[in-house]
């Protein structure tokens, strides 16, 4: 047995394992797992003294290089992949989108070409579907299709007939701030229309994947269905478990670097979605990363909200902060946090088991993650290519120190050492092997 790389002196942790052992890579692969392995002749050994070795984080949920009213969000496939890298994450599966008269495949091979030459991690991608006839019967047709082939539909649930009458009234009483971006988006349309997603999906004899869910009132929906054994996913991001409507007490514009769909809620919320992450009602954390600029890019909405380009940055930190409440703050296990950042996203995505665990034959994407390192998140230091941090001044305890993608050092040390091109897209298998 000869390995390219042996890491050594760290604690494996998988979704369902926790324990000592070294892990051998050769070429992209892991090679072997053991209590000791054999170091002669390897090139490169890891210490990861007091860290755990765990899987790459997998990131469902991203919008890099995306065309968003006007501009286009700040990170494109080279510096969103590096600033995922440094948080742990070495595969995205970001959403090309479909525009009115486009094939889904022209949606597709646009978003490639976009990643190609740039990216520094592994990507796949989801389609945005825009152009498919009326919306009732679109979301119904997409869904018998992905029950037919073995899809999973990722559903954005908000009711936006209702939302949009709403918005009207706000404008009209002259209501402009960025906080009535959240004030005109009540947890009553994400939920009803997560039911709906949810009957739909149920009808049509297909699952169905809750994108960024954002609320008590929401949750209860997918709980409700899942309890009836339906195959409802959904996921949560560190945005709706660290903040909430207060972040628009501040002054002037500045509320702009919290306009995202759906929107920031009453902090009551955080917990209940923390409960859901421990009790499997949602199992993925992602981060629906969608970076503008507050100068000249949020600043497109400075005197009408609806004209603020939605989104925020986050790409970088969804690691650190789920450890960070998740399990220094008592909530769940180290297994839990591995499953909700790479095993469940990789298992509901098609990507396992060649992502998502550590096993022999499984790519050697590995973040040696210590659980005790401290930081507090700034624009300052962070490497998103956006002037602000939605996070600025949280503290975080555990941090990535080295990551691997399928074998090669992506960051170590701090530092960023990978090389743009290196990310393969990836070929996903269908939902549930169907
Ligand atoms: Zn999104």
């Keep these: 047995m000869r390995f390219d790389t042996l890491i050594r002196n ?15 890579i050769a070429g992209d692969k892991v090679s072997a797992i053991g209590a000791h ?41 080279e510096s969103g992949t590096i600033a995922a890298a440094f948080g742990g994450t070495t595969t995205l599966i970001d959403f090309a989108i479909q525009y009115k008269g486009q094939s889904l495949r022209q949606a597709f091979e646009t978003w490639m070409k976009k990643a190609e030459g740039k990216a520094v991690a592994d990507y796949a991608f989801h389609c945005i579907i825009t152009d498919l006839g009326a919306a009732h019967a679109t ?32 404008l009209a009483e002259g209501k402009r701030a960025p906080k009535y971006h959240a004030l005109t988006r009540p947890t009553t349309a994400e939920a009803e229309a997560t039911a709906r997603a949810i009957a739909l999906a149920e009808m049509a004899g297909a699952p169905v994947y809750i994108v960024h869910l954002s609320c008590n009132d ?69 981060t629906d990363h969608c970076p503008f600029c507050f100068k000249e890019q949020k600043e497109l909405g400075k005197d009408d909200f609806t004209k603020i380009p939605n989104g925020g940055p986050g790409i970088e930190h969804r690691l ?29 995505f098609g990507l396992y088991p060649r992502k998502g665990t550590l096993a022999v034959g499984s790519d050697a994407d590995i973040v040696i993650f210590d659980p005790n390192r401290e930081d507090v ?24 120190k080295t ?32």
């Design 10 to 24: 760290g604690i494996i942790v998988t979704a369902t394992d926790m324990y000592a052992g070294e892990v051998g």
């Design 377 to 400: 998140i700034s624009a300052k230091t962070h490497h998103m290519r956006v002037d602000y941090s939605m996070f600025e001044g949280i503290h975080i305890k555990g941090m990535p």
């Design 37 to 77: 392995l054999p170091s002669e002749n390897t090139g490169r050994i890891i210490d990861a003294a007091a860290c755990y070795i765990m899987p790459g984080g997998i990131d469902v949920h991203t919008h890099l290089d995306m065309p968003f009213g006007g501009t286009t969000s700040a990170d494109d496939f």
């Design 139 to 170: 979301i119904f047709r997409a869904m018998s299709q992905a029950a037919k082939h073995g899809g999973l539909i990722c559903m954005h649930a908000e009711n936006g007939g209702a939302i949009d009458v709403i918005v009207q009234r706000a």
């Design 403 to 434: 990551v691997l993608s399928r074998g090669r050092p992506v960051i170590d040390a701090g530092k960023f050492v990978g090389r743009p091109g290196a990310g393969q897209f990836v070929r996903r298998h269908t939902y549930a092997g169907v």
């Design 218 to 286: 929401a949750l209860e929906k997918v709980r409700e269905a899942r309890d009836r054994g339906l195959p409802a996913y959904a996921e949560t991001c560190p945005q709706y478990l660290y903040l909430s409507l207060e972040n628009f007490d501040v002054p002037g514009f500045e509320g702009a670097k919290y306009v995202f769909t759906p929107p920031l809620r009453e902090k009551w919320h955080q917990e209940k979605l923390w409960q859901g992450l421990a009790q499997d009602t949602l199992q993925v954390v992602s």
């Design 320 to 348: 650190s902060l789920v450890y960070t409440g998740g399990v220094h703050g008592k909530r769940f296990s180290p297994n839990r946090f591995v499953e909700l950042v790479s095993t469940a996203p990789a298992k509901l």
